[in-house]
């Protein structure tokens, strides 16, 4: 069995663990590829079923709430079930979900299809990276979620070229379904897994525990960790009511801080606003929304891959503070190309540059390590529920920006509305520098006792 060297009684990382982490990581790319996969794929249902401006963004939105939804429920589930019983379900709702969509008869049917999908992706945004954190040594915790995050960009590049392969045909029953595939191996694999040894303890399956350190760690002297986890579960008062403590104050400000600050400093731009950028640039082909999604989501892929390798040696907080700069640096010049128009190749590697960028920033910062640390911050007992509202944060914070980024973008023009989104990076940047702590290397129960200290 491989391991890795440590010292004293700190966790070892075997092929369980990493097992584990690649079992997670086809959650990550279910969400990311649903999430995505719409895009494309709302293109051609506009066109079968008649759509109106306003049912467009209907069958768009419905997995938007369902999103939201499947936040608020995530934690609450994890929490009175345990970790891996509620990814198997995850694994089961986006099975059917897809295999709904793929099927539906009428609008309705299509809608609701993506609502069950967009609940999944809800619960999996919640308890992957929750259950991650709770069987990670502390060493390699953030390499460990890197791996899950960065399936969950492959799966959003993978939603753009099935897009494209599915262009001329136009069978958007085949986007829509084909996650139905990936949903099988996914829940294969978490009955395969251990349940995290924190949350036996959390539950009084006390040999639970100790059984599922040793298979986790390959480790006969679990006692000090038990101990370690113990202490922990015993100071705290779990549920909800939980959350209201003056002790865990300020870990929640900082995880709904970073959820809102994740989704409204601009990254809609790369989403939504592509297109038209690499159009501006001069690329005028039939296909060009799904290949300027292809860009982008490469530079997300790039940005993330590079995040998983850093991530455990140089800390979380210097690369959301590069993440934020870099997206600063992304956003300016992308203002400034279309403050001054697209007359010359210059101005239009400008606004295409600052695009790309934006992407990778955001993905090797705020996107990565913002689901990190909300893993990290929380003690035991509250964990889930803490997760499930700075979770929350982030899909209502999405939900804010969809509906109102091209009404903000008409009323003011792009040049304003990219500014003002470098300047909202900016603060996020002030805000992590003076507000987040550096997890890198310590223990879940070290973290919630350092936070509790400063308070």
Known sequence: MTKQAINGGEAQTTRVVYL???????????FGYNATVIAGAILFIKIQFSLSPFLEETVI??????????????GTLADRFGRRQILFVIAVIFFLGAFASALAPNLVSVAIGRGMVGVAIGMVSVVATLYLAEIAPDRVRGRLIGIYMTANMVGVVCGYLVELAFDTSGNWRWMLGFPAIIAVPFAIGV?????????????NRLDHARAALRRLHDTH???????????DVGTQVGSWAGLLRKDVRPALIIGIGLGILQRVTGISIAFFYGPTIFGFAGMETVSLDILAGVGVGMALLVGQFASMLLVDHVGRRPLLLW????????????????ATG???????GMAVGGVMLLAGAWAAGPASVTFLLIAELYPQQIRGPAMSVATMAI??????VTFSFLTIMEKFGPAITFWSYALLAGFALVAVFFGVPETKGKSLEEISSSLKRQN
Request: one cysteine or more.
């Open 323 to 338: 993440g934020y700069a870099g997206m600063v640096c992304g956003l300016v010049p992308l203002g400034l190309a279309f």
């Open 221 to 231: 002297n679990v006692e000090e960790q038990m101990g370690r986890i113990q202490a």
């Open 342 to 348: 697209g007359e010359s190749l210059l101005i239009q």
């Open 61 to 74: 939105g419905a997995s938007l709430v369902g999103a939201l939804i499947g936040a608020a429920l995530g």
């Open 20 to 30: 584990a982490a690649f079992v997670i990581a086809l959650g990550g790319l279910l």
């Open 191 to 203: 009955r395969a897994l251990p349940e995290t040894p924190r949350w036996c303890v959390c539950n």
């Open 395 to 400: 899909w209502a914070s999405f939900l804010l």
